[in-house]
Structures are given as structure tokens and as C-alpha cells.
């Protein structure tokens, strides 16, 4: 995500802090510098024109001028600026007043409605709330099977109507969500192209029956300045409320990003950032910022900690560090937690500095599996006392996980130190287990 626009900023930063002063003059080359970096990222040119002329206007200030160094005052002013520039503060949805609350997921074939639709209930359902989905495609074939095998694989409740027209079968969900409890139905209807007047038509018909609190635009931000005229186009026809960015991950450029808000009017309210359904998240403009800064995301990644650690696991197990005597079960659970956080390649370009320090360097979530299997291969008496595991066990185990014994050698030695590490920690009573990521014991 974001990761050659952030490459070559870093790139630029670094050029900078050799300077003195910024003055109105080496302002303005190193903008010039900006621009030819947000145009080789995509950004829609009148964007990027106009961001930087805001840049300019407040980079030559004299409060400014009186900071402390040319990289930090351009840093800060960026920052503030592409944080507006993405649309400034992240909005919850709308709810409406009467049950069930409507949400309208529109956009092209292909940019990823249906599956956005059920990781936006997963979504919904993790905060609380009791979503249905509406299976209103009714011109791609299997759009309807699509979203039933999404509901059934995500516990999520999906209302199909078969041979009836779009209007109908959401109607009809409506009707269902209501009776049923559900509080929140979530519409997912027919890709389409803006100048397809029939579709266009179908889609104000729902929105005129339905009273939707949300509409939201799903747009592939793999194909850049399409996306963003396409967001436009239906703003200008149905008053869309937002963006639902979709591959994230895979858009290394970013342009898209960057654009939609200002074309089209409509920030973006999430991002998919993978293929998985819990992989999803809300797009808040000032961590978007940091990250486009490479200046990481420490409250996102808090997040996905609380969502996916167990505290009371955690106490447990800082007892045990305490006295350094965890296991290799301890370690397989804390493996497998950090596992539900999401891929590591992208849990670490939200730790400040790390993308930096880590470039070059391939982080493979593989390597995780293959301790998993490591571990999974021993019996649970090996798991709780590593000790006894002699040459023969250990050829066992590697056979077992399909791995060396040198990868098991490896793991256990690793582990063996941290052990060792964990009892030196633990023997300090003021010293590093006060700065655990533990609850104290």
C-alpha cells in the first residue's frame, strides 16, 4: 500500500535535510520535486496541481520558516495537507431511525461489490451489529450464489430472491431485516456503467424506495484514474456518501487514493487491504497520512491487537515469563495470535521507521507456518519440557513437518535464548519487565 509513493518521498526527505532555512525559492524546487513524485504515483494532475499549491502557501509562511529543520517543516505541512487532501476526519456510518438502516453498495462489474459486501458485514457484526445481506444483483450470473456462499462461510444472514427484479428482491430484504431483528441491511446490486441509463435508473429506484443512510461507491484502486472519474460520474447521478477502496495492498502507487476525494467529492470510508474477509478496515486520512509519510501507524496496529490478542491469555503468560518458565504451547499460542493480526509485511510498515529499516528485506508469513508445523509435530509432553527432545526426536519432528532438522535445531535454539533472555528480564524487578506489552502479573 502506498509503497513506491512512500519510497520516493523518503528518497526526497533525505535530500532536504542537508539544507538550511527554506526559503520561498528552495521551496519551490523541492515542490517541483513533489509534484513529478504525486504524477509518477497517478494522482490526477489538477490534484496534485492544486495540493501543492496549498503546500507552497504555507511552506513559505514566517511562522514556519522559524521551525526547526527544512525536512520537519515539510513533513508536517504535507502531512496536514494529505490528510485533508484524503478527507480530513474518518465519518462512522450513518444509522437512521428507523430498523432496519439501509446501505448501497454500487459501482462497475468487477471492482469487488459482492465481496466487499460481506466483509462489510463482518465488519458491521465485529462492532455490534446484527447485518443482513441482499443479494439485488440480478445481471451477473451467480451473483446470488456469490453471496450466499459469502454469508454461509462468514455466519452472515443473506436474503436471495430469485427471478424478481432488483427493487423487489430488496423490498423484500427490507421486509425480512425487519421482522427478523436484523438493524442493519446491506444491498448489494448489479455492476454498471454510469452511461447505462437503464441500470442508472434501477439504482435511483432503490434509492428512492429504500431511503438508503449510506451509498457507497466500490472502486478497484488497482485501475487508478478510472476508479476516480468513475466515482464522479455516479456522485453526480446518485449522491453517492462514500468510497470503498478496493486492493488496497496491491496499489503501490496510490493515486487513486489520493484523487478520489478531491474529483469526486466522496472521501473513502474503507479499505480492503486482502482477500480475506476480516481483511478490511476504516480509512482514518491522518494514519492514511502517516503511512503515505512512512511515519508507520502505531493506533491502527493497537487496534488489531486488541481485536486479536487474548488478554487473559496475555496475563497468563506474563506470569509465566516472570518465572521464564513458558513453553513452546505458550509460544505456538502467541505465534498463532500475532498470526490473526494480519500478514507481517504489513503489520510492520505500521511500526514507525520499520519500512525503512526493513527494505530489502523479504518478510515471509510462510516462516510462521512452518514453526507452527514444527511445534504441531511434537508430541504435548515434548511441547512443555523442550529439553528431552534428543537427535532422534528431533529427526521425527522434522520428518513430521515436512522440514529439516536443521530448521528444528534452529527453532529450538531460538527458543533456548529467549528463554534465557525472558529469566535475565525477569530477575529485574524495576527494570525490562515494566516495559513488557503485558498486563502486570
Known amino acids: 500500500m502506498f509503497g513506491e509513493l512512500t519510497e520516493k518521498l523518503e528518497g526526497f526527505f533525505s535530500g532536504l535535510k542537508g539544507r538550511g532555512k527554506l526559503t520561498e525559492d528552495n521551496v519551490r524546487e523541492s515542490l517541483r520535486d513533489v509534484r513529478r ?54 465519518r462512522p456510518l450513518k444509522r437512521s431511525k428507523e430498523t432496519p438502516t439501509v446501505i448501497m453498495m454500487v459501482g462497475l462489474q468487477g471492482s469487488g461489490k459482492t465481496t466487499t459486501t460481506g466483509k462489510l458485514g463482518h465488519y458491521l457484526r465485529s462492532h455490534g451489529m446484527r447485518p443482513m445481506l441482499a443479494a439485488c444483483d440480478m445481471q451477473r450470473p451467480a451473483a446470488i450464489d456469490q453471496l450466499e456462499r459469502i454469508g454461509e462461510q462468514s455466519s452472515l444472514t443473506v436474503h436471495a430472491k430469485r427471478g424478481v427484479s432488483a427493487l423487489e428482491a430488496a423490498l423484500a430484504a427490507k421486509e425480512a431485516a425487519r421482522l427478523g431483528g436484523q438493524d442493519t441491511l446491506i444491498v448489494d446490486t448489479a455492476g454498471r456503467l454510469h452511461v447505462d441509463e437503464e441500470l442508472m435508473n434501477e439504482l435511483r429506484d432503490l434509492r428512492d424506495q429504500l431511503h438508503p443512510s449510506e451509498i457507497l461507491f466500490v472502486a478497484d484502486g488497482m485501475t487508478g484514474q478510472d476508479a476516480v472519474n468513475s466515482a464522479k460520474a455516479f456522485t453526480e447521478q446518485l449522491d453517492i456518501t462514500g468510497v470503498v477502496m478496493t486492493k488496497l495492498d496491491g496499489d503501490a502507487r496510490g493515486g487513486a487514493a489520493l484523487s478520489v476525494r478531491e474529483v469526486s467529492g466522496a472521501p473513502i470510508r474503507f479499505a480492503g487491504i486482502g482477500e480475506k474477509i476480516e481483511e478490511f478496515e476504516e480509512f482514518h486520512p491522518d494514519r492514511m497520512a502517516n503511512r503515505i509519510l512512512g511515519l508507520g501507524d502505531v493506533v491502527t496496529l493497537v487496534e488489531k491487537a486488541q481485536a486479536s490478542l487474548d488478554l487473559e491469555q496475555a496475563e497468563k503468560l506474563a506470569k509465566k515469563l516472570k518465572k521464564a518458565d513458558f513453553d513452546l504451547e505458550d509460544f505456538l499460542g502467541q505465534l498463532r495470535q500475532v498470526s490473526n493480526m494480519g500478514p507481517l509485511e504489513g503489520l510492520m510498515k505500521l511500526i514507525p521507521g520499520a519500512g525503512k529499516a526493513l527494505k530489502g528485506v523479504e518478510i515471509d508469513d510462510r516462516e510462521i507456518k512452518r514453526t507452527e508445523a514444527i511445534i504441531l509435530s511434537m508430541t504435548p509432553e515434548e511441547r512443555r519440557k523442550p529439553g528431552m527432545l534428543n537427535g532422534s526426536r528431533r529427526r521425527r519432528i522434522a520428518m513430521g513437518s515436512g522440514t529439516s532438522v536443521q530448521d528444528v535445531n534452529r527453532l529450538l535454539n531460538q527458543f533456548d535464548q529467549m528463554r534465557k533472555l525472558f529469566k535475565k528480564m525477569g530477575g529485574n524487578k524495576k527494570g525490562l519487565m515494566r516495559g513488557m506489552p503485558f498486563p502486570p502479573a
Request: glycine residues 6%.
Open 37 to 90: 513524485i504525486l504524477l509518477e504515483a497517478d494522482v490526477n494532475f489538477a490534484v496534485a496541481r492544486d495540493f501543492l499549491k496549498r503546500v507552497e502557501e504555507k511552506a513559505v509562511g514566517v511562522d514556519v520558516l522559524k521551525s526547526v529543520t527544512p525536512a520537519q517543516q515539510v513533513i508536517k505541512i504535507l502531512h496536514d495537507e494529505l490528510t485533508e487532501l484524503l478527507g480530513g476526519n474518518f
